[in-house]
């Protein structure tokens, strides 16, 4: 069987079903494909989540096409990091030098739920699930899918893959020569626990992302509106302090009480969780190019440049592609030719700052968040933002309260920490210089 002529969009997750309702604004037909039975119909899999955290990024593009109060509805604020350290008190590091901007935390289900009930309310929007694509032919604009009936033959002038890390369309597009892609995984894995609402009422503090910062690894907990938390450790997957080693309920409960001692209290079904819940890989998709050229086919969201988790940044820069696409159609006049070669050239470089900033942020979570060194950069990055306003902005609040683009975030940055290091070398020297004074005149006073 075939579909008559449509805009193709492979994935109805995150970025596949906003794509689609930017693309019923203009008037297009979409055809939503998705591999998955619808995900608003089942529990979805288990200990694969990953809340997300929107921040500016995100929040505008669902702003543009009236969705932010919708979506947002069951979303909840955090003002910043709460750091867990293995003794001693907690540490409230605020996101922004005056404590009042916040990033938001919501379960993955429930955005894609809302996202996909925008795309079928849409006009146009026509979504099928359960059809797995098998074979592309991007040149006729062909597209084969395997379904629980049997294959389906469908034919789209513009195919756009969003389906995430592991695209089936990148693999198509890779196997026909046009994209070459490599994947490179981090050595450590991620599995999620929870801990459940006490008495009614939320564990920890809600208005925080919780950082258990371990050196090598670490375990971070996003707030749910139910009250419980989602909490993901972040451990080498082999040796010692990995999760191999962990292979039974004392071995369990004896790490927990060493390493996270104020977790175990705090959510009973932590060993339960723990030994049943599958461990998850993460790694940076890498594409010379999103694009096949000379056709209506490219890549968007993770399934051109999956990044790893540590900026909260993935879905935002996901979203912040479909603003990208949608503005460079405006700008071609709706031409896809000249469209998606300018989305390309302006978006690639921004994924990849991003991708590596995330990395970056990884070893700031699980190392320098605690460390009394970190704690006075931070301070010194306030106060430069207090004394320059506007001028001198932390990069944090670069990435994550503005729209700046990622690459220019990441230069304007790298300045900063080079101002930064160069008045903490002139700070040394004069200090050392006053106590060379300091101890000279008192040497000429005692002889005196």
């Not at 996101?95 to 990033?103: E, H, Q, T, V």
């Not at 699930?129 to 395997?146: I, M, P, Q, V, Y």
């Not at 009422?201 to 996003?222: K, N, Q, T, V, Y």
Request: with cysteine; net charge positive.
């Amino acid at each position: 069987m075939s579909t008559p002529q449509e805009i193709a969009v492979v994935g109805a997750g995150l970025t596949g079903s906003l794509l689609a309702c930017y693309l019923a604004r203009r008037g297009h037909k979409v055809a939503l494909y998705e591999r998955r039975p619808d995900p608003r119909t089942g529990d979805g899999e288990r200990g694969r989540s990953i809340n997300l955290a929107l921040s500016e990024r995100g929040l505008d593009a669902l702003r543009r096409i009236g969705l932010e109060r919708r979506v947002m509805a069951g979303a909840l604020p955090m003002s910043g990091r709460m750091i867990h350290p293995v003794a001693g008190g907690l540490d409230f590091q605020p996101y922004s030098r005056d404590g009042g901007k916040a990033i938001h935390s919501i379960g993955r289900s429930a955005l894609n739920a809302a996202l996909l009930d925008a795309a079928e309310a849409a006009p146009g929007v026509r979504v099928h699930f359960g059809h797995r694509l098998t074979g592309a032919d991007f040149a006729a604009g062909a597209l084969r899918f395997e379904t629980p009936g049997g294959t389906v033959h469908a034919d789209a002038p513009v195919i756009l893959g969003a389906d995430g890390a592991g695209s089936a369309v990148r693999a198509q597009m890779a196997a026909s020569g046009a994209v070459r892609e490599k994947v490179a995984f981090l050595d450590h894995g991620y599995k999620e626990l929870t801990i459940p609402a006490a008495g009614g009422g939320f564990a920890l503090d809600p208005g925080a992302l919780h950082i258990w910062p371990r050196g090598g690894s670490m375990m971070i907990a996003l707030p749910n509106p139910d009250r419980s938390f989602t909490c993901t450790l972040f451990w080498p997957r082999d040796g010692a302090s990995g999760f191999a080693a962990l292979d039974g309920p004392a071995a369990v409960e004896r790490h927990f009480r060493t390493r996270y001692p104020d977790v175990p209290p705090l959510s009973p079904g932590l060993v339960d969780d723990y030994l049943r819940n599958p461990v998850g890989r993460l790694g940076t998709v890498h594409c010379d190019r999103w694009l096949v050229p000379g056709r209506g086919a490219a890549l968007i969201g993770d399934a051109a440049h999956a990044i790893v988790p540590f900026y909260g940044q993935g879905a935002n820069c996901a979203f912040e592609d479909v603003v990208e696409l949608d503005r460079c159609l405006t700008e071609t006049a709706g031409r896809w030719d000249r469209a998606l070669p300018l989305y390309e050239e302006r978006r690639k470089g921004n994924a990849d700052a991003i991708g590596r900033m995330a990395l970056e942020n990884f070893t700031e979570m699980r190392e320098k968040v605690a460390s009394p060194a970190f704690k006075l950069a931070r301070k010194a990055d306030h106060a430069m933002e207090r004394a320059l306003p506007g001028r001198w902005v932390s990069r944090y609040e670069l990435v994550s309260f503005s729209t700046e683009p990622y690459a220019r975030v990441e230069r304007r940055t790298r300045r900063q920490r080079h101002v930064l290091a160069g008045l903490a070398v002139t700070l040394t020297t004069g200090t050392a210089a006053l106590a060379l004074h300091r101890t000279a005149a008192a040497r000429r006073g005692a002889g005196a």
